[in-house]
Nanobody, 123 residues
Framework: QVLLAESGGGLVQTGDSLRLSCAASGPTFSNNTIAWFRQASGKEREFVAGITSINSVYISDFVKGRFTISRDKAENTVLLQMNSLKSEDTAVYYC?????????????????WGQGTQVTVSS
């Protein structure tokens, strides 16, 4: 079983940067796809970015150019670097994993989830 733990959230101002970290543990982590989702208050959880074990990356259009995703296999972590933050980026950010080497944007495609980390961007 894969266990995921997010960290790095916080309160920032418009235009600031944050880096979220997803720490993963479990014997199959190296063969998983890891993704970041977010859920704003009163809205559906949405796909933000994903990365496979062979470093294929997909980033949603609404954060492309501002967010990047990377993974450190040695540390078993996946990072979400968020730059030029906007108030609409305010949400709980979740890390998710699936046992396939293919990025999916549907929430239902992921087998494991972390507890989430709050990101609040004040204007």
């Amino acid at each position: 079983q894969v266990l995921l733990a997010e960290s790095g959230g916080g309160l920032v101002q418009t235009g600031d940067s944050l880096r979220l970290s997803c720490a993963a543990s479990g014997p199959t982590f190296s063969n998983n796809t890891i993704a970041w989702f977010r859920q704003a208050s009163g809205k559906e959880r949405e796909f933000v970015a994903g990365i496979t074990s062979i470093n294929s990356v997909y980033i949603s259009d609404f954060v492309k150019g501002r967010f990047t995703i990377s993974r450190d296999k040695a540390e078993n972590t996946v990072l979400l670097q968020m730059n030029s933050l906007k108030s609409e980026d305010t949400a709980v950010y979740y890390c998710a994993a699936r046992r396939r080497v293919a990025i999916a944007t549907a929430r239902s495609a992921y087998d494991y989830w972390g507890q989430g980390t709050q990101v609040t961007v004040s204007s």
